[in-house]
């Protein structure tokens, strides 16, 4: 009953720019946070960046000052605008969020990842 969608993935050159889309839809009581992740091949699956309810947002040390994350409430939609591609950034990136589906039940939902490719 809950999705996350995502979109915007794609093939990009290094210093280029990407943005990505997520929109939860479905059974969704209220978002205590939606944010990204990504995994690289032989690498653990890390936070890019994430948005909370009351407004916290946290970077990972290496997309600082290159990657915003913002996020529509009434759309229940995060995005991931991406500046200064570095080949480093090639990985799949995951959509996540924390939700209440109803006044007492949380869970943890994941999209189905997009591959971002930065390459000359």
């Known amino acids: 009953q809950v999705q996350l969608v995502e979109s915007g993935g794609g093939l990009v050159q290094p210093g280029g720019s990407l943005r990505l889309s997520c929109a939860a839809s479905?059974?969704?009581?209220?978002?205590?946070?939606m944010g990204w992740y990504r995994q690289a091949p032989g690498k653990d699956r890390e936070l890019v960046a994430s948005?909370?309810?009351?407004?916290?947002?946290n970077y990972a040390d290496s997309v600082k000052g290159r990657f915003t994350i913002s996020r529509d409430n009434a759309k229940n939609t995060v995005y991931l605008q991406m500046n200064s591609l570095k080949p480093e950034d090639t990985a799949v990136y995951y959509c996540?969020?924390?939700?209440?589906?109803?006044?007492?039940?949380?869970?943890?939902?994941w999209g189905q990842g997009t591959q971002v490719t930065v390459s000359s």
């Open positions: 996540n969020s924390y939700l209440y589906t109803d006044h007492k039940h949380w869970s943890e939902y």
């Open positions: 479905g059974s969704i009581f209220s978002i205590v946070s």
């Open positions: 948005k909370n309810s009351g407004g916290g947002i």
